[in-house]
């Protein structure tokens, strides 16, 4: 198991209260480890699971989504991505759910040798930050995938890169949490002053701007789901991350016959689904994977990740308001962070002392005042 104390209720509702607002996967996996460690846990959401948890793709990809200029965030999504095999085996036994999780890894390829020059640029970097990414030639890439199209140009495999089904997910995590002792209330909390006991953790996701005056913002993503003709399984297994003609797609195959397709972003904050993202991502999908013309289109929808100014979340103590820690602002890394948020925060709740790896990541980076490294938060 991973750190979290006791998987059964025996210890719980005795302990301290504390107050989790927001129950997508961040919010409940901090209350499953909170009420694992015994605390008094209620969450409060009037939709668990229906923010940008319910619409993400499910991407582990601490290699794909390694950028330029993003070496800390980098070692977190390393660092919690290393968790993902612990922690999805934990949370399936205390849950008796499937996650919908697999390592095949995933494919990161270019349609052409323009988008391949573009990749490789990132390939490189990648490489040396040490990451575990091999470049392809494409008679490589159809060994792996044979449903690739012909025109692909190039590529790489990033072996630990895996994913997940959020929407499982979720489930998973809100039958873990109550079988913790964590009690879900179906309400919103609109003002902190509105919660009465113990400290509080904000993982509203982009409302969090509201709560905590922190600069979390909504970013749009839309995203399609397409499911096999037949409801068999897709006929590639990896994830595909792709370049096609400029237009960046990824495909993520499911054992039940899904697609997920996705995603654009935009600094948007309506959930409008429009035909311009539609085609784009359906049309570089299927130059990438011929196929999935073939396929049915079962739904299109659109999120708003929490976005920051450095695109890192925000974990820890919020400024000038003792009692309270953030969790939110993982912008396209919430459910890769799952783990090591979780772990994060219920350790600094427990021992009032914030681990060295929330310093890059403390909500006080936006303000004129840090808290000292090692200083109790409470």
């Known amino acids: 198991m991973l750190s979290g104390g006791p998987s059964s209720t025996e210890s719980v509702n005795r302990g301290p209260f504390l107050t989790v607002v927001g129950a997508g996967v961040v919010g409940l996996a901090v209350a499953w480890r909170c009420a694992q460690r015994g605390m008094r846990v209620t969450v409060h959401d009037p939709a668990p699971g229906s923010g940008a948890s319910g619409v993400a793709a499910g991407m582990l990809a601490p290699v ?40 095949e890894g995933t494919l ?44 692909v140009r190039g590529g790489a495999w990033a072996p630990g890169d895996h994913q997940v089904d959020p929407r499982r997910l979720v489930a998973a995590l809100r039958v873990a949490a109550e079988r913790a002792g964590a009690v879900l209330v179906p309400e919103p909390v609109e003002q902190l002053s509105d919660v009465a006991e113990g400290p509080v953790v904000v993982a509203a996701g982009w409302a969090t701007a509201d709560l905590t005056g922190l600069p979390v913002r ?5 995203l399609l789901r397409l499911r096999t003709p037949d409801g068999g399984v897709p006929g590639f297994r990896h994830v595909v991350r792709g370049y096609a003609d400029g237009q960046q797609v990824y495909l993520v195959p499911r054992v039940d016959g899904e697609v997920v397709v996705g995603a654009t972003v935009e600094e948007r904050s309506d959930r409008q689904v ?29 999120g708003l990740r929490p976005g920051t100014p450095d695109n890192a979340p925000v974990l820890g103590p919020l400024p000038g308001r003792p009692g309270v820690l953030v969790a939110a602002g993982h912008h396209r ?36 005042t840090r808290i000292a490294e090692g200083q109790p938060w409470s």
């Open 274 to 302: 429009t035909v311009d993202a539609v085609l784009r991502l359906l049309r570089a999908a299927v130059e990438l994977v011929p196929e999935l013309a073939e396929y049915e289109l079962v739904e299109t929808a659109a």
């Open 218 to 222: 909504p970013v749009k993503g839309q």
């Open 333 to 368: 890394h919430g459910i890769v962070l799952t783990p090591l948020t979780a772990d994060l925060i219920a350790d600094l709740i427990s021992t009032g002392v914030p681990d060295p790896q929330l310093a890059a990541f403390a909500p006080d980076r936006f303000t004129t």
């Open 108 to 151: 990161m390829v270019g349609l052409t040798g323009d988008d391949v020059a573009e990749a490789r640029r990132l390939w490189a970097y990648q490489q040396e930050l040490g990451l575990a990414i091999t470049p392809l030639r494409p008679t490589e890439l159809r060994e792996r995938e044979p449903l690739l199209a012909p025109r």
């Open 64 to 103: 794909a989504e390694a950028y330029f200029g993003e070496r800390e965030l980098t070692a977190l999504l390393v660092g919690s991505a290393a968790r993902w095999p612990g922690f999805a085996a934990e949370l399936t036994e205390a849950s008796g759910l499937d996650l919908g999780y697999r390592t």
